[in-house]
């Protein structure tokens, strides 16, 4: 794809994520709303400069303008990923998505043997964690409160806190969790 096509396609993309018209946007950049008009069509070839103000207005980095989006489909398969297990070996964490500056969150699968606990420190300030239980039986404990989930229970709670996972059934618990950090 050519640069301007590409410059285009972000530009659109991230003026759109952020609800803006390009009537404020020019407000944020200090560039006229034609000229953004025109870059945002691809008919123009904006200046290292235009790119800058673009950039700042927008508060992204300046090559957020310039990357080309993959927009193929990945396939990550268990057998693939790195099992990251506690010293006892009764509690496993599968992180199928890492946190990268494209990505402000973790995706990972847990699982726990019976009987297991596990406690985890508290994570960066306003980070949020969101756990799906798929099988079995999760006694997730934050500030000294306990939240028993099962099989389809969700909860979401502030991670910057410890929390104490525990297989409190009977069987494998293994559950979905996403760290996600505020950008």
């Known amino acids: 794809m050519h640069i301007n096509q590409t410059v285009a396609v972000n530009l659109k993309r991230l003026r759109t ?10 407000e944020l950049c200090d560039i006229s709303k034609v000229m953004l008009s025109q870059i945002e069509k691809g008919d123009t070839n904006p200046t290292i400069n235009t790119l800058w103000k673009i950039a700042n207005g927008l508060k992204v980095p300046y090559t957020a303008l310039l990357e080309q989006q993959e927009h193929k489909a990945s ?38 043997d019976t009987g297991c606990t596990h406690a985890s420190v508290g994570h960066c300030e306003k980070s ?47 559950a979905v969790v996403t760290n996600f950090y505020p950008a």
């Open 128 to 174: 949020q964690e969101y756990i799906m239980v798929t099988q079995g039986e999760l006694t997730l404990t934050v500030n000294h409160k306990a939240h028993v989930l099962h099989a389809g229970d969700s909860i979401s709670f502030d991670a910057s806190f410890e929390h104490i996972y525990a297989n409190s059934g009977e069987g494998m618990l293994k």
């Open 17 to 26: 994520e952020r609800n803006l018209s390009l009537g404020q946007l020019s």
């Open 75 to 112: 396939v990550i398969r268990k057998t693939n990923v790195t099992a990251q297990v506690a010293q006892d070996g009764c509690y496993r964490i599968y992180c199928y998505y890492p946190n990268t500056p494209h990505r402000n969150f973790e995706l990972f699968q847990l699982e726990m």
